[in-house]
């Protein structure tokens, strides 16, 4: 009967357990807002083709892709003595599959989370824009910020 | 056959709850960036002044004549700006009658301070030139251009006007 029990056990672990949902993430591009003057908005949209942040993932099996952005709510003087808000919105953020004519999805990078099936294709883009306010005595000089985006699939 | 029923149970436990992680996550980062810049500004210095012209006689007035054209511009030390330009084809007779009178073959030339010596050749058009303003934040961008009043040119006070765009880049 223990012999049994044992073997069954086995069985069970063979026959039941799934695949591992594997998942890369890389950094293709910066979120670059350029030159700015003080006092007025400046904003780049996710679509922006040379100035929007952009990811790319790859995932191999699964049936779920969760996204999570670690957003900054300010961009940091280099040199320090300064710091400029950023801020971002619903749809500040897109994912789109690399097959030709995949659709594209509209995020809100704000979010907790953001999940969704995964596309037929097993890899995606995903493009980030946002808007930097500087005062009307923001002090001159280079400001950046970092932004992570966490993927995970199950 | 009790106590083997029950440690069944538990290694079908074990077993189901292992089979539920299947997650994995991975997170990668970008940089966010901007440059502060002061603001620019752009004045309309000097008139571009062809004095009097005769009838079937072209006039040209160079960037390094006193009646050029000129703009002044100020802006954020030796930072990169684009200059554009809308130019006028003809000049307007102020008079009711509104005669016309081409005006082309556009000259420019840029420097960081007010004179034509040593200045960087250029010819404004609605297309970007590049430049960038001096170490101390300055920018002078001087024009000149030609008008061929026609054979029965009309006498009059003839004008146009000459825009120059600037854009940090």
């Given at each position: 009967?223990?012999?049994?029990?044992?073997?069954?056990?086995?069985?069970?672990?063979?026959?039941?357990?799934?695949?591992?949902?594997?998942?890369?993430?890389?950094?293709?591009?910066?979120?670059?807002?350029?030159?700015?003057?003080?006092?007025?908005?400046?904003?780049?949209?996710?679509?922006?083709?040379?100035?929007?942040?952009?990811?790319?993932?790859?995932?191999?099996?699964?049936?779920?892709?969760?996204?999570?952005?670690?957003?900054?709510?300010?961009?940091?003087?280099?040199?320090?003595?300064?710091?400029?808000?950023?801020?971002?919105?619903?749809?500040?953020?897109?994912?789109?599959?690399?097959?030709?004519?995949?659709?594209?999805?509209?995020?809100?990078?704000?979010?907790?989370?953001?999940?969704?099936?995964?596309?037929?294709?097993?890899?995606?883009?995903?493009?980030?824009?946002?808007?930097?306010?500087?005062?009307?005595?923001?002090?001159?000089?280079?400001?950046?910020?970092?932004?992570?985006?966490?993927?995970?699939?199950? | 056959?009790?106590?083997?029923?029950?440690?069944?149970?538990?290694?079908?436990?074990?077993?189901?709850?292992?089979?539920?992680?299947?997650?994995?996550?991975?997170?990668?980062?970008?940089?966010?960036?901007?440059?502060?810049?002061?603001?620019?500004?752009?004045?309309?210095?000097?008139?571009?002044d062809?004095?009097?012209?005769?009838?079937?006689?072209?006039?040209s007035i160079g960037v390094a004549a006193a009646t050029s054209?000129?703009?002044?511009?100020?802006?954020?030390?030796?930072?990169?700006?684009?200059?554009?330009?809308?130019?006028?084809?003809?000049?307007?007779?102020?008079?009711?009658?509104?005669?016309?009178?081409?005006?082309?073959?556009?000259?420019?030339?840029?420097?960081?301070?007010?004179?034509?010596?040593?200045?960087?050749?250029?010819?404004?058009?609605?297309?970007?030139?590049?430049?960038?303003?001096?170490?101390?934040?300055?920018?002078?961008?001087f024009?000149g251009?030609?008008?061929?009043?026609?054979?029965?040119?009309?006498?009059?006070?003839?004008?146009?006007?000459?825009?120059?765009?600037?854009?940090?880049?």
């Amino acid at each position: 009967m223990r012999r049994c029990v044992l073997l069954l056990a086995f069985a069970l672990t063979t026959a039941t357990q799934p695949l591992l949902g594997q998942v890369q993430v890389i950094g293709i591009r910066d979120l670059a807002f350029g030159a700015v003057i003080r006092g007025v908005q400046t904003s780049v949209s996710p679509s922006d083709p040379l100035r929007s942040g952009q990811f790319y993932i790859n995932y191999t099996v699964g049936g779920r892709v969760r996204l999570r952005f670690t957003l900054p709510n300010a961009l940091a003087r280099v040199g320090g003595g300064a710091t400029m808000p950023i801020t971002f919105r619903n749809g500040d953020a897109i994912l789109q599959g690399t097959a030709p004519g995949s659709p594209a999805s509209s995020l809100n990078p704000g979010a907790v989370s953001n999940e969704f099936l995964l596309l037929p294709n097993p890899d995606a883009n995903v493009w980030i824009g946002g808007r930097v306010s500087p005062t009307a005595t923001q002090a001159s000089g280079s400001y950046v910020g970092t932004i992570v985006l966490s993927v995970t699939v199950f | 056959m009790r106590t083997t029923i029950i440690q069944v149970s538990a290694v079908l436990a074990a077993i189901l709850s292992l089979a539920g992680s299947s997650a994995q996550a991975q997170s990668a980062n970008i940089t966010a960036t901007a440059t502060v810049y002061q603001a620019m500004t752009v004045t309309g210095a000097r008139t571009l002044d062809f004095g009097n012209v005769f009838p079937g006689v072209a006039k040209s007035i160079g960037v390094a004549a006193a009646t050029s054209g000129r703009f002044d511009l100020t802006g954020q030390n030796s930072a990169n700006v684009n200059l554009t330009f809308t130019l006028p084809t003809d000049l307007v007779n102020t008079a009711p009658t509104a005669d016309l009178m081409p005006i082309g073959s556009w000259t420019g030339c840029r420097n960081a301070t007010n004179t034509t010596a040593g200045c960087t050749s250029f010819t404004p058009s609605g297309s970007a030139t590049a430049s960038a303003f001096s170490g101390a934040g300055a920018l002078f961008v001087f024009v000149g251009g030609t008008v061929t009043p026609a054979a029965n040119q009309a006498a009059g006070t003839y004008n146009g006007t000459v825009t120059l765009t600037a854009a940090y880049f």
